[in-house]
């Protein structure tokens, strides 16, 4: 056992987000593709002397307490280990809040990964994303990282083949944030105008096809439309060399995937109002080396 561990909590994009309906328990049918990138928060637990639960965030702004999802990922994994020791937790935030990055969802997954580190002990794999999908849909995709199918809420998870390496522009707008909840509510609306079921068949082959498909998020329309900032993102992305970009999740983050570091960063300079990322996308054998992951142990 160990007395310390601190791991990077990666960042997600989507490379193809479809919204199909609403199910009958009220959740979104969802297909994507999940690629992991480079940007991340930092996370370092340590046993402490103190029974419970410390959480000691950098940014105010975050809650400390149950509210967290990482605190809740910490107490599932102490509950489900039977650890009854105590643990003080640090996270060092650098994935922007609410840009559909995914960065709260990464820290609980990392959080998970993380204690069967610290207490040396491991659980069978359908349970640990039992776990992880309990916490949030697209927490189980952050224990796989690399290129992934997720189906159902987006928290079943299919890993797929690595593209080859990009360079993504994250462009974080300030002063620009999407309600999850709006955002669902105004791609619902889309969907109702759309009199024939939708065709997933296309979603299907752009997972096995081709690298370089076009990239395609439901969100796109309705999020660009109530803020016409992030589609003039979008648009400059592309006029300055990005090979695809698209909104990230329901935004309002959105990115561009450049084959050049150069050419990653001369695009960067071009937004300076806003908070921008030059990062590389993850191929899997990265993810799990830098999480030391027991999924694929």
């Known amino acids: ?3 310390s561990v601190r791991l990077p909590a990666f960042a997600k994009v989507n490379l193809c987000l479809h919204v199909l309906g609403r199910r009958p328990d009220g959740y979104h049918e969802l297909r994507t593709i999940f690629q992991a990138i480079a940007l991340h928060d930092t996370l370092e637990l340590t046993r402490s002397r103190h029974r419970g639960i410390t959480l000691e965030i950098d940014d105010p702004c975050l809650p400390a307490g149950r509210e967290n999802l ?13 650890f009854r020791g105590g643990i003080h937790a640090r996270l060092e935030k650098l994935i922007p809040v609410a840009r559909g990055l995914g960065g709260g969802s990464s820290d609980a997954a990392t959080a998970l990964i993380a204690m069967l580190h610290l207490t040396g002990r491991n659980l ?3 349970r640990l994303i039992e776990l992880a999908a309990g916490l949030g849909a697209d927490v189980p995709f952050f224990l796989f ?4 199918l997720g189906v159902n809420r987006g928290d079943e998870i299919y890993p797929l083949p690595d593209e080859r390496k990009h360079w993504a522009v ?6 620009i944030a999407v309600s999850t909840r ?33 990239l395609e998020n439901d969100f796109e329309a309705p999020v660009f439309r109530r803020h016409p900032r992030l589609g003039e993102i979008h648009r400059g992305l592309l006029q300055r060399g990005a090979a695809r970009a ?3 999740g329901s935004g309002s983050a959105v990115f561009g995937l450049f084959r050049s570091p150069a050419q990653a960063r001369r695009a960067a300079v071009s937004f300076p109002e806003d908070q921008v990322f030059v990062v590389e996308t993850l191929a899997r054998e990265e993810y799990v080396r830098a999480l030391r992951s027991p999924v694929y142990a």
């Not at 910490?74 to 280990?81: C, S």
């Not at 994250?170 to 002063?175: C, E, F, I, M, N």
């Open 124 to 126: 069978p794999l359908a």
């Open 145 to 148: 990282g690399g290129r992934s």
């Open 182 to 214: 709006d955002a669902f509510k105004w791609v619902s609306l889309e969907l109702t105008k759309h009199k024939t079921p939708r065709k997933i068949f296309s979603f299907c082959a752009l997972c096995w096809s081709r690298q370089d498909t076009a």
């Open 246 to 248: 698209a909104l990230a």
């Open 170 to 175: 994250v462009v974080s707008p300030r002063g």
């Open 70 to 82: 990482m605190y809740r990922a910490i107490e599932a994994a102490r509950h489900e280990l039977d």
């Open 1 to 3: 056992m160990k007395n």
